[in-house]
């Protein structure tokens, strides 16, 4: 005779599960990124890029998940981070040095180092200031599209950087992308875009040409898109800075009127 379990147990372990799910959507994007370093050191350019943009995809499930699960936590919230250090800082940084880097020695090592650092560091003060700030914008870029600009650079043209022109200018590009990753300079998180509403037919015409061209062509079409992403910070910037509101002009004193 079978003994059945009491719904109490059922309830908790199923409530059990449901809180592992995300986790192991993390341990999957950490998985993709490590099996993107082993990959990138052993040559195979292109691979380890298409295991960086899976990390990516496996990135930005888990916290959906978590969010339609109610399972969000602080834990959660901590090993993303750590996850998404290995995936979007480390796994780049070695497909960068590996493709366009080892050319330049000590200064391609330590270009490839300082975008693990700036990654870092933008990953902690995101956690650090998540909740006193606006949720339209994230300050500094975010580490994803920092890797993805890198990896795209490298899956566009998979063949190997030879000329020292070619070293620099990788260098000069990693490098931006690491200062954009630390600056303050704002960018949009797209966070309040409400799928729900209904949208105007110029507006449903203009995304569905934008998944036609994505699907025919996606990596030209990628490389566009995150381009316009990583100017559209310093463009806002520099906007912000030289139009400026004219202040308000003072108050005039009323004169008093005169007497008899």
Same mark, same amino acid.
């Given at each position: ?14 409530? @059990?599960?449901?809180?592992? +799910? ?7 994007? *950490? ?15 292109? +691979? ?7 990390? /990516?995809?496996? &990135?930005?499930?888990? /916290? ?19 996850? &998404? ?22 200064? /391609? ?21 998540? &909740?006193?700030?606006?949720? @339209? ?84 079409? *990628? ?16 906007? /912000?800075? +030289? ?18």
């Amino acid at each position: 005779m079978k003994l059945r379990r009491p719904r109490r147990a059922t309830r908790e372990s199923f409530r @059990r599960g449901i809180y592992l +799910l995300p986790s192991l959507f993390t341990v999957g994007n *950490m998985l993709a990124g490590f099996a993107s370093i082993l990959h990138a050191i052993s040559g195979r350019l292109e +691979l380890a890029g298409w295991l960086i943009f899976l990390a /990516g995809i496996l &990135d930005g499930l888990d /916290g959906r998940i978590a969010r339609l699960t109610k399972s969000t936590s602080e834990f959660g919230k901590e090993y993303d981070s750590l996850a &998404d250090v290995v995936s979007f800082g480390v796994a780049p940084a070695v497909l960068a040095f590996q493709w366009g880097l080892w050319g330049m020695g000590k200064l /391609g090592w330590a270009a490839a180092f300082l975008f693990v650092v700036a990654g870092s560091v933008r990953l902690a003060r995101f956690n650090v200031k998540a &909740d006193h700030t606006d949720r @339209r914008y994230f300050v500094g870029l975010p580490i994803p599209a920092g890797a993805g600009a890198v990896t795209l650079m490298v899956l566009i043209a998979p063949e190997p950087v030879v000329t020292p022109t070619g070293s620099v200018l990788v260098c000069l590009f990693v490098l931006a992308v690491a200062f954009l990753m630390v600056s303050t300079i704002r960018y949009r998180s797209f966070k309040d875009l409400d799928l729900r509403q209904r949208w105007p037919a110029k507006a449903f015409f203009f995304l569905a040409a934008v998944v036609a061209v994505v699907a025919f062509s996606p990596l030209p079409a *990628m490389g566009v898109a995150l381009g316009c992403y990583l100017l559209s910070g310093p463009v806002g910037w520099l906007r /912000g800075r +030289l139009v400026r509101t004219p202040a308000a002009p003072a108050p005039q004193e009323k004169e008093a009127p005169l007497g008899p």
